[in-house]
Structures are given as C-alpha cells and as structure tokens.
C-alpha cells in the first residue's frame, strides 16, 4: 500500500502475465514483474494496484473447479474497492483463446469492449471523471510447446489478429494502446507465460507511454 495521499492510482488489471506466473507455474518477485518494476520506476507518487489472476478470462465462466476466473464478474466489484483510479491498465484476451471456449478474436474484442464500457461507467479517478485506460493486446501464443498445443488448439493464429481488432477497440473508446505482441514473446518453456526480460520490457514500455502521454513526473513528497 502506498500511504500517500497524493499518489496517481494505477490499476493493472489482467491474468497470469500480469500476476507475474513463470513457464514452471511458480511467480516472479516483485522485483521482475513488471507491475512492481512499474512501481520501482514510476516512484512514490504513484500506487500500482497489482490485480493479475491466473486463468482470467474476458467475460467467460471456466470450468466448475475453477471458480472466480471471469474478468467481467469481478471487474466491477474491483473497481468499487479501488476506486478513485486514476489509470487502468488491462491485458487479457490469452485464456479466452483455450480450444474449450471455442472463440473467435471477433468475440474476444467484443467482451474487451464491454470491460472498457464498465471502467467507462463505474471507475472514477480523484476528480470524479472515469480513469484513463491503456489497453494491451497479449502476446502471441506459441503452439509449437506440446502443453499448449494440447489445451490452446488455433490459439497462435488466432492471437495474432487480436492487435488489430483491441486496437480498434481502443480508438473508438479514447484508450491509449499497446501491441505487446510486438515487444515480448512467451517462454519456450510453455508457450503463454513471460521470462523476466519481457516484463522488463513491459515496464519500460508502459513508463515511456505514462510519460509522453499523461506528462508524468514524480510529485515531492512531504516526508
């Protein structure tokens, strides 16, 4: 928690890649993810939320075992906790592309569009307007590792035409984008999950655009 009234709220709002998983199913420190390199980089003026969710979906029910993984359920009583956000940060769309879900990009997009919607509607920043979204296209999943062929049927093909359409998305709502695809590749290890160079690059990347484009500097903080 960052104890400082003044701190610009950043909500990153995702699946594993934003919980920082490793290929080996364990986590990252949060000194390699780049949510917390985020934070390291951004300063105290700035409170990263870190809400990453192994296995979340846009807006789909996964199996009966696997309770509590629908994006679009939890989104709105996250915004409510958190709330005032200044900024939301969403990645998703890389567990929606699972065989079992059978989804085309097309619907993909459309369920992105309707979380864009409910952060439109129901976040608030500190001067009661709804937050800035920066909207990231997940990586390219790689079909070649056995495991993920196996439960991520077309998956590759598919995650590539999800750039374009999130993109589209973004441009219609007033949301800042980024392809990640373009910046990162998963693990040979399994084919989703990022190695500690792709969340470097993530943060670094995420930095630059919340500079260029939300003039940000770190506020002094009275201490």
Not at 34 to 53: A, K, M, P, S
Not at 68 to 74: E, I, L, S
Not at 112 to 122: D, Y
Request: glycine share 8%.
């Amino acid at each position: 928690m960052n104890i400082q009234p003044t701190a610009i709220t950043v909500l990153c709002y995702g699946d594993s890649n934003t919980r920082g998983s490793t290929p080996t199913a364990d986590r990252y420190s949060s000194n390699i993810r780049w949510t917390g390199l985020l934070q390291e980089r951004l300063g105290v003026g700035y409170y990263i939320i870190e809400e990453g969710l192994g296995g979340r979906t846009t807006a789909l029910d996964d199996l009966p075992d696997r309770p509590g993984k629908n994006g679009k359920t939890y989104l709105l009583p996250c915004l409510d906790s958190h709330n005032p956000i200044d900024i939301v940060i969403m990645m998703l769309g890389t567990n929606d592309l699972k065989e079992r879900f059978n989804q085309t990009p097309k619907d993909i997009s459309q369920n992105v569009e309707g979380l864009v919607k409910i952060i439109k509607e129901r976040g608030i920043d500190r001067n009661n307007k709804p937050p800035k979204i920066i909207l990231l296209s997940p990586p390219i999943v790689d079909e070649t590792v056995p495991s993920t062929k196996e439960n991520f049927k077309g998956a590759g093909e598919k995650s590539k035409q999800l750039a374009s359409l999130y993109q589209e998305v973004a441009k219609n709502y007033g949301c800042e984008f980024i392809d990640i695809s373009k910046i990162v590749q998963p693990s040979k290890g399994d084919g989703l999950h990022l190695e500690p160079e792709g969340h470097s690059k993530i943060a670094r990347v995420l930095f630059e655009l919340l500079n260029k484009s939300y003039n940000i500097t770190t506020p002094i903080i009275q201490v």
